[in-house]
């Protein structure tokens, strides 16, 4: 039994047992044919092409072996993966070509009994004492290695790291001057990082060198870009993007990887110029038979559909030709509009072309009672007329949208025809046609040991919730995951294992539809457990490229954020149809689980005054009709503050209100800075808030702190303080049952008898 699930089944009691189960009968996992599956088999040390049980393939020769039989599926594709490490040199990748058909699933499983562990990791061997005074070893790795993580016995060794809050340090210029000389002497200063945790933040930088000041002692000159993108010029994009410049990188809540630092055991240095791994074990490890694993992945799986990531290119973009007498540009107008500007013509006739390679293609533009009517041209040929005339102002809308070109080089061309304006705010190119990857199980697996490099470069831009600012382009990012899924549909996770990563554990995104998560362990993440959808994909009306179906059930999730403090156990951006239920989620730096993103963008303008707001950003957004069901979240916000065990943000409701999301029967307890247990945050709207339980906290059992979270109906919950806050707009509130020295009535005790995974989980 590996590591793995010795530590789940420490854990989680019978989680190693269910994997097994599961994978001794694969037919669980969902629907199968009548006919008999097709059976193959994979090992570490498998090759050839036969994949049978007695000569099994490799994984890449079992899936090509997959791709050959894919196209005839008359059943299911069974691959058992026989027990063992396979050691990735790159990410497993699956595409449509993988992707079962016919209406038949591919499944990778676990051979029943043993333990298949994906890897990203080399093993380190040949320690030798480097300093016995110390009780410090080294041993030798390829000379340039990257990795920002260490696991000895399957235990996270923490990165040489300095004290608590440092006293002594000033901010002075870019950097961080001490009276304290020794700091002079760090070796690699280049290598070292300087971290704040600050508020909901953590922010983290680099140094550009380590020099000696004038008045003596030791000045931390940080990374020069990297302290204006956390300090001077802290992305301020606004809504739905957030970004108010707040809180900054200004003190120092701990130093992080020098030598110098490496001073208790559990901790590691990881010279990569000169190839050199430090450690000081802790008590009874023995570093001559100790199984010491070096990530050096980023991903270990990736399932990805065309096309991937889409963005939207901004009206300024050199490609974009306008032609006529009427064009102007607006830019700083604090309307919501990309990248807050946008080009405008009031003359008809006027028109905006833009080339591009592709299938299709999306103009955004602004909505209101002075636009009008556009006819739309693609390779010279008018393809449609539409109009952008509405009764209100919305920013940043799909007014006109092509698609289903063969891909190719192609022009578009935007003729203003009727109306006071033509407003473009910019084109949103679709690569590839929308072709996911589907139909895949992912049943009894374990995904281990990665690590993530980018923060080693540019160090760590936090926004909120482990999404981050693009250090160059200021765009949103998120924090990459262990195991990826781009453009899936139908895609599988049962009975898993990820854990021991340098990023997040998993990541259903760009339009992943109708797959679920379940019954699996995530825990000892870099980032978060698991994410779902984008940050910056609101303003979508084609429901096929939507984050939409998906289900994140019966999972037990904790020590995620063990690098990065911002991060929580389920994130979701913009989604539609998600359901998070029955899910344990625990012991978390942050929230556990954050859902929704664009604070008050779909709030009206009605609302945004009171909130301080002197001009109007409001826009739609796809989400709506999300679930929060039955969970139980507990020992959260453990370093930062201003978040909580459930949190949402930004408007439901598929952007005008009819439809509602649902956050009910969950448990929350153990909850450590925070001001709400449920906290429905900037702009949360259409939510029906109910039969909850929120036990063992500080502050508010629920917090609606400002006017543009509206429409919420709060009713039959229960908590053992009488304290909220509701400053909300339209919101139908009523006082949860109040209850002193655990006296539960049977409602609530029915709750949180029903929090979390169910018996077979």
Known sequence: MSLFRRRATRIHGALGVVGALLCAAISVAGPASAAAPTVLYASPAGSGSTCTLSAPCSLDGARSKVESLTPAMAADIDVYL???????????????????????????????????????A????????????????????????????????????????????????TLSGSGFTTADPSYASFTNASSVEVVTDNAWKQLRCPLAGITVPAGGGSSLDVDPTCFANNNTSVSNRGFPFNGAGLPTLKAISYLENAYQLLDAPGEFYLDSS??????????????????????????????????????????????????????????????????????????????????????GIDLLSETNSDEGGIDVYVDGARVRSVTASASSRLAQQVVASVGGLAKGRHTVKLVKTSGTYLVVDGFTVVPD?????????FQGLTFGYTTWTLPSTVGYVDNQAGVLWDAASHAPIRIPAAVQVHRGARITFTGDEIAHTGGTGIDLADGTQNSTITGSFLHDTSGGGVSVGEADDYYLTDAGRMTTGDTVSQNWIDHVGQDYADAVGVWAGYTRNLTISHNDIGHTPYSGISLGWGWGYASPCSMQPAQGRTTCA???????????????????????????????????????????????????DVVNNTNNQLYQDEGSSYWNTHDNVARGGLGDWIGMWTPTVHDIDVHDNYADTTHYLNKGTGITFTQATVVQGGDWPPAARAVIAAAGPDAAH
């Open 82 to 120: 026989r027990g063992g490490t396979y050691r990735l040199s790159r990410a497993f990748a699956l595409g449509p070509a993988d992707s079962g058909q016919n209406g038949n699933r591919v499944v990778w499983a676990g051979y029943p009994g043993e333990v298949p562990v994906l890897s990203g």
């Open 274 to 359: 000169a190839g050199l791994v430090y450690y000081e074990p802790r008590t009874g490890e023995d570093l001559s038979t100790a199984d010491v694993e070096l990530p050096t992945q980023q991903t270990l799986l990736n399932v990805s559909g065309t096309p991937g990531h889409l963005a939207p290119v901004n009206d300024t973009d050199p490609a974009i030709t306008y032609t006529g007498s009427g064009w102007g540009y607006g830019g700083g107008r604090g309307l919501g509009d990309l990248l807050d500007d946008v080009h405008a013509t009031p003359a008809d006739g006027d028109s905006v072309s833009y080339t591009f390679t592709g299938t």
């Open 433 to 441: 046609a929308v072709t996911p990857a589907h139909d895949i199980t």
């Open 122 to 169: 080399e093993r380190v061997t040949g320690f030798s004492l480097f300093d016995g005074a110390k009780n410090i070893y080294r041993a030798a790795v390829p000379a340039g290695t990257q990795s920002r993580q260490l696991f000895v016995n399957g235990v996270r060794a923490q990165r040489a790291r300095g004290p608590l809050n440092p006293s002594g340090f």
């Open 618 to 668: 409001h826009g739609t957004s796809y989400a709506g009709a999300n679930q929060i069901l039955d969970n139980h979240v507990h020992d959260v916000m453990n370093v930062l503050h201003d978040g909580g065990p459930i949190y949402t943000n930004g408007g439901q409701g598929n952007g005008d209100g009819s439809t509602t999301s649902v956050l009910a029967g969950n448990l929350t």
